[in-house]
């Protein structure tokens, strides 16, 4: 299969591939820069065991962010079931304004905006599926959207792994009894959202600015996309001050920052497992009237 690949890529790209370097693995997939005989360099990430429509997903995500035109993201020039071949991004260290120049362009990724929540297609959430298709009400209203096919899909995955014990079934429902209020003062706005924004999903480029990799795209509320960057930590203090001052938040998001979190943290659970069940509990229980 391995060199089925780049027989693949050097007829396609009418060129033949000189130099593969393997730069071992991401979080799920392998990776390897490829340079062929023109020069040109590629980044491949591949898996032979990935679900089959995984890197259609992503690089149509990646085609989205590239729409906005606010921040770099790597064109993706090749997907099959097995691989996605894409841009090169050459790093280089930080500019002097990196963390002020990326908070900017997050905020300008959140002003390019939709009609509806959701995506054309249903994607990923790590190897987790994503919903993003959803009928008129959630497409139109974010708690709708949110609550269904974000908390509620992640809970019903955690049913079926048998994660999910009475006292968590006990916090889900009380949460949904108020969810109004807890999302009461949120805008209504479908922003373009990277979706899984923490610190190894972007790069330095060789300008030493960010690159945005590696999404679970969906137009949403931009105060989840927030939310995911205070997850694992790595983002600066200038980088959250240069957002709010560029597109500044609705009062109330530190208050509904961790059902946010939330979402991702049971998805953390549903794919690992471990600590993040007492985190899951942890943040359902803030929420507890
Ligand atoms: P995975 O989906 O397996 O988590 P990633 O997309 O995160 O893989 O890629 C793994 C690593 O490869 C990243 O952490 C980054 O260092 C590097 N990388 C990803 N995309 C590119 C690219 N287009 N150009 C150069 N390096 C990249």
């Known amino acids: 299969m391995k060199n089925q690949i780049y027989q693949i890529i050097e007829s396609e790209l009418k060129t033949k591939v000189d130099y593969v370097r393997s730069i071992g693995g991401g979080c799920i997939n392998d990776a390897e820069i490829i340079s062929d ?10 898996n032979l065991y990935s679900p089959s429509d995984m890197f259609f997903k992503e690089a149509n995500g990646l085609n989205e962010l590239r729409k906005a035109n606010v921040i770099r993201v790597p064109a993706p020039i090749l ?12 790093s280089s260290s930080k500019s002097k304004n990196f963390d002020e120049n990326f908070g900017r362009a997050f905020a300008h990724l959140h002003k390019f905006t939709t009609n509806h929540f959701g995506f054309y297609e249903d994607n990923y959430i ?39 014990d009475d006292r968590m079934r006990k916090l889900i429902r009380n949460i949904e009894d108020h969810i109004d209020e807890i999302l009461a003062g949120s805008e209504n706005i479908p922003s373009l959202l990277h979706g899984d924004l923490w610190s190894g999903n972007y790069i330095i480029d060789d300008n030493g600015e960010a690159c945005l990799i590696d999404p679970a795209v969906y137009y949403g509320n931009r105060e989840a996309d927030l939310a995911m960057t205070k997850l694992f930590g790595g983002f ?6 240069s957002y709010q001052e560029e597109f500044p938040l609705p009062v109330g998001y ?13 998805n953390h659970l549903n ?14 229980s803030f929420y507890q009237r």
């Open 37 to 46: 005989e023109k020069g040109n360099s590629y980044f491949l990430k591949k």
């Open 79 to 90: 997907v099959n079931e097995k691989f996605l071949l894409m841009e090169y991004i050459r």
């Open 126 to 164: 790590g190897s987790t599926p994503q919903k993003n298709i959803s009928n008129d009400e959630e497409k139109n209203d974010w708690t709708k959207f949110y609550w269904n096919n974000r908390i509620m899909f992640q809970f019903r995955l955690l049913e079926k792994a048998g994660y999910a």
């Open 236 to 241: 600066s203090s200038t980088f959250y001050k």
């Open 254 to 266: 530190e208050y509904r920052e961790n059902i946010y979190k939330l979402y991702h943290v049971m």
């Open 271 to 284: 794919l690992f497992g471990g600590g993040y069940y007492s985190q899951t509990i942890s943040l359902l």
